[in-house]
């Protein structure tokens, strides 16, 4: 408003038709006049840029004008990036000549002038300057909005390197959640200027994808397949009403997952995060069979879709193939940055949530000091191994299930071993199976097909598909997340978890043999109460009934391979608001506590994840929900958690404390954790980066 | 052992062929002996009956033997109950003559001895005796196993009329859980005699009943309606895989629920509990349509079984009709036995679950001091609601949604008005609106089809059967306990609450016409945080959206009846950990705490009662839990309770605090209730008066 009147009194001043000449001028000084009313502090250079004189660039061919970032915003690398005109002054909408084609002996002053503003500023800056009788002059110069995280890592990295910044400038420039968009793939921009778009939907996993649609697991698994070996193009988007177990396998090899049910904490949606997937929900996405219509538009198999799910801003899906600038961490220098900001990570750590070795291996590049959650049924969901489990769980009699699991210890033990290997010297925790067996039954038709061949390719005796059936409808329960899960699993089925815990120790004794250090450490989920523990651990001998412990295990594994012990721990999930007001008596039988803090928000509050989206718009509507607690920890949460510690200090000085689950990747929660005593949280690969700079920035503070 | 030694020497003493004939000689004194050394305190009439010189009573035909009950030891009518053999001695299987039919002469002697040895012990006893020339011999006297709960009250009450006991005495006889008894029918056993029995199953609900049975909901109001039309037997069992809330209706109508899912907790059993009915789960149960396999016999609609579940030991189904003994509290002695229980129940009180007037009006004379949870949702699983609360869940506007729920209004108004008038100057505590929507959905196709018929005649343009179902489809959720209910469906759906809280206040006024004093509560369920109850209560303004609160909808009723001020509360359920923790602030706007000990626990220990039942064997196999945390409370979920207690009661000192739940009902959670400063608890009718005797003898305790 002020400026208008400006402008206006500058007009009444001004004899008549002057005005549109100088009007290019008036706006150059209008905007200095904007820049110094905005600028925090202004020093010698500043003010004597201020005050050169009005300059032009429009006197002649050998005049002209132009602007440059003082290096590219979308990857940091040092090189002018910007344009020119020539003869013309500020011209819009029209493509000028690339900056760095201007005549070396002008290229070289705006090069001198950009080092000089950005160790200034200690961050890339946008330049104007015009060109008038052979002279550079500087207009103005002003922050950059739109840049990339990895140009604002290049930036630091390279003044870092030359001494203008600190490491706690380094650290504290960038905001933990930035670096996000330097871990996932980004749309290039102009690729999408032609496609059609449909904006809206829930933002279920940020980030950016381009596939062909697949409207099944089954179909996604097999064109996934075909095109590996055609050749073709292997990224596929997989479009489900919803997702479940069985559907894993496809989301991993996919690039990303379009549903319509649930929201940010669907299936759908805690899987893609978890294997850096992207994943948007679109509630008006109809499925019909190969087709779908989404928005009134019909899409069908195979067809071409570009995906963005921005971390703020309205999702975006257009119709076709954009093209995508892919994350490279050692190029983009989020591995310089890193080894800057593990620096500042003592004690408190940050350890990576991961089921495969090569999650461990991308982990520990990104600053991991140890896998604090691997998920063991996640292993089992492998098409090939899924049957097998199945097999386990139709099984009438213990003989049967022990004969099945025999058969999963072996992929079991490779998996583990191949983690402990990538992670030597470092601790592994391992969580024994937590999942509801029902989590892994055929969830359709073809499916319970495919398992039925399987049986037969067995030479099993196939009970009747209808009795099958009637098995598996059986093992419904209403509120499965309350259900017959985690270390209740284990009460009913001891052979399970002994099972698991004997590929464990039968990879740590075949390691022992390569001089690999591996430290385990066997997490058991769900606990609810001391007794489960002590049970599941130490065993119990009950008239006819003989429990065989943990312990026992080990100690039987060891003996048959006549090695030497290997240090290990036994410790629990605290998910559960009983666990953590009994965390007294069960730090008695544990040695290390990991908070599940998903399950333990689930249960505090009595909030489905999975259910929860349906009436949070109404909350958020009426503001009677401080944030989304499955990502900022809740304060009764907090104080589970804080009862948690200081009750099993109490009992068990030594106790270790994590919590694993994405509220540890949230930097809100970092200061909570440390504050409470807490040694580490445990975060997805992708997470680690984010967990290991808001520590380093918490550390810095205090 | 020792008796057997005692056996041998005798028969070293005697000459030989001696023993054969006075081996029941030996056998008297031995019995004697045994009951001697049994015995606690001996005063001289004891020694008197064991001196006694030694009593043939088989010396000719005025001689003879009999037992006797001081009085009957089903009915504990006050009459001699027992046989007489003429001219014989301990007869064993013969039936001898009633004993009330012998001489006068000696009856009136055994009448008197009756008396003097129940004045003794206080009790029923049982006496032996012989008549040997013309004279009654006493033998012995005994404890009586196996007598009613009905018999004990009934002595005891006349004891106390005769001041041979105080009501200390009374009230400390009776075993508070012995009361179960005496609340519900149980099996003559003689009828039982000739019937197929198949033992075992999972005991739902306690008692036991007898009627047809019928498969379906439908099939029985249909079978019901024409009994009572056709003057026939009224009496089904429904018999189901498992039930649902549009099965409630049904199971108000049998007498007994046989289902083959689920356990204690399932949904059957919990409804049976709440509406006194039997229920039992037997796995083994496999439906085929209108007939049915258990235990490898085929039953079929229409056919008789006779359900017996006791409180102790195993369940049995008998094939075909037996007859029962109906308890009749007017006559079986317990409301007299109530009166004097209840001078001791003090502050610390006992409130009833119950949705209908007539429940509520059992449990006043059963001493309820008001209704400390009314579920308002069984009020709209009414065969003739449920549709048009149907017709409420689809309606795509706020306008629809009042439209129908006005109908609904006008029936529930009703219900509040009945409820009020029983419970004239007692507490009346209503909770709002607690259910899932898909809980009122159609669970079948008759079902679905019944609402599409419904909304044909209500004139309305009927979406397509394919969109409704899908409709319903999308209400699913995945842990609908932790789901959209309770509070959460009032924040989406603000005029359900208005609507219901419109129902309470014109049923008031009503009753401030007729000079009824009503004291409601209206309780909001599943409380997560303070804001909602804020919201919900005091209402909310947001740019363009105005929520009313309930405060609001009771001061329009008022001004639109021009009535005066009714003093009312608001209040919420306790019933997550976060509700608990979060108390001193949830206090501020709440008047009281309803603990709602169900739900509590389910999320404490993250155990859904639903699912438990199949893990629960395991868990009592190697006793790691202790007890049904069903049934007794766990000892985190008194921390939880004691916590919110003591921080509720630090914002609001007058805070009223009560536990309703099944939780309440059992005596061993009492003296927690009162130790850590509850006001009062709420159970089922048939509850109220087995926790008013716990109440009271905590009491006489302290």
């Known amino acids: 408003e002020e400026f208008r009147e400006d402008i206006q009194e500058y007009r009444s001043l001004l004899p008549d038709g002057f005005f549109d000449d100088a009007y290019t001028q008036l706006t150059v000084a209008l905007r200095r006049l904007a820049y110094m009313l905005s600028i925090d502090e202004m020093d010698d250079a500043d003010v004597a840029l201020i005050l050169q004189p009005m300059v032009y660039g429009n006197y002649g061919t050998d005049s002209g004008s132009g602007y440059f970032y003082t290096r590219s915003v979308i990857s940091g690398e040092n090189r002018l990036e910007g344009e020119f005109f020539q003869g013309k002054f500020d011209s819009i909408d029209e493509t000028g000549r690339d900056i760095n084609k201007l005549d070396p002996k002008y290229l070289g002053e705006l090069k001198r002038c950009a080092a000089l503003v950005e160790e200034h ?66 749309i290039d921009t102009p690729s999408v200027k032609d496609l059609k778009c449909l904006e809206g939907g829930i933002s279920g996993a940020p980030g950016a994808c381009i596939g062909r649609i697949c409207f099944s697991t089954e179909g996604l698994l097999e064109a996934h397949k075909n095109a590996i070996k055609n050749g073709e193009d292997t990224r596929f988007i997989l479009c489900l009403n919803s997702s479940f177990a069985e559907d894993v396998k496809a989301i991993e090899v996919s690039t990303g997952v379009l549903s319509c049910e649930g929201g940010y904490s669907a299936h759908a949606s805690v899987v893609s995060r978890q294997y850096g997937k992207v994943s948007l929900v679109r509630p008006d996405l109809k499925l019909q069979g190969s087709k779908a219509v989404l928005g ?37 220098g989020l591995l310089d940055y890193m080894k800057v900001v593990k620096k500042y990570v003592k004690g408190f750590h940050v350890r990576v949530n991961a089921d495969k070795a090569r999650d461990a291996e991308l982990a520990l590049k990104f600053g991991a000091d140890g896998v604090g959650l691997c998920r063991t049924e996640h292993m089992f969901f492998d098409e090939k191994r899924i049957n097998c489990f199945r097999e386990m769980i139709i099984a009438d009699s213990q003989a049967k299930r022990r004969e099945a699991l025999k058969k999963l210890k072996v992929m079991q ?29 055929p969830h359709n038709e073809a499916d319970f097909e495919g398992f039925m ?76 109460n ?72 689930q249960t505090t509050l009595g909030l489905s994840r999975d259910d929860y989206n349906s009436f949070m718009p109404d909350y958020t509507l009426y503001d009677i929900i401080a944030g989304n607690p499955f990502e900022t920890l809740d304060k009764n949460v907090k104080e589970l958690i804080s009862t948690a510690v200081r009750r099993g200090t109490m009992t068990r000085p030594s106790l270790k404390k994590g919590l694993c689950g994405e509220h540890g990747a949230n930097p809100a929660n970092i200061a909570f954790c440390i504050e409470n005593g807490l040694d580490y949280v445990s975060c997805s690969t992708y997470s680690v980066p984010i967990a290991n700079l808001a520590i380093a920035q918490y550390n810095l503070k205090s």
Not at 514 to 520: L, R
Request: glycine share 6%.
């Open 453 to 528: 061949k399987y049986l037969r390719t067995q030479n099993k005796t196939v009970p009747p598909a209808k009795e099958l059936a009637a098995l598996f409808d059986s093992q419904k329960e209403f509120n499965p997340m309350l259900g017959h899960r985690g270390c209740r699993i284990a009460v009913s089925y001891p052979e399970i978890y002994q099972m698991q815990v004997e590929a464990i120790f039968e990879s740590v004794f075949d390691l022992q043999k390569e001089k690999v250090a591996v430290y385990p450490e066997l997490m058991i989920p769900i606990i609810m």
């Open 296 to 332: 009134g538009t019909p899409i069908k198999q195979g067809d071409y879709l570009t995906i963005n799910v921005p971390y703020f801003g309205e999702p975006r899906i257009y119709l076709g193939k954009a093209s995508l600038i892919e994350p490279k961490p050692e190029s983009s």
């Open 530 to 601: 001391p007794e489960e523990l002590k049970l599941i651990v130490y065993g119990k001998k009950i008239e006819g009934f003989n429990y065989k412990g943990l312990v026992d295990v080990e100690k039987e594994i060891r003996a048959a391979r006549g090695a030497k012990a290997v240090p290990y721990k036994v410790g629990t999930m605290i998910e559960l608001p009983a666990a953590a007001l009994g965390a007294g008596e069960i730090a008695r039988y544990a040695e290390f506590f990991s908070f599940g803090t998903n399950d333990l928000t």
């Open 413 to 441: 033990r490779k998996d583990f071993y191949d983690i402990f290997k990538v992670m030597a010297g470092r601790p592994v925790t391992i969580r024994l199976l937590d999942a509801p067996l029902h989590e892994f039954l």
């Open 121 to 186: 500023y200690r961050e890339i800056r946008l330049i104007r300057f015009t060109l008038e009788n052979k002279n550079v002059w500087f207009i103005d110069q002003r922050p950059v909005m739109m840049k990339s995280t990895q140009a604002d890592i290049k930036t630091l990295l390279d003044l870092h390197q030359k001494k203008k910044i600190d490491d706690a400038y380094l650290i504290n420039a960038i905001k933990p959640g930035q670096l996000n968009e330097i871990l996932h793939p980004v």
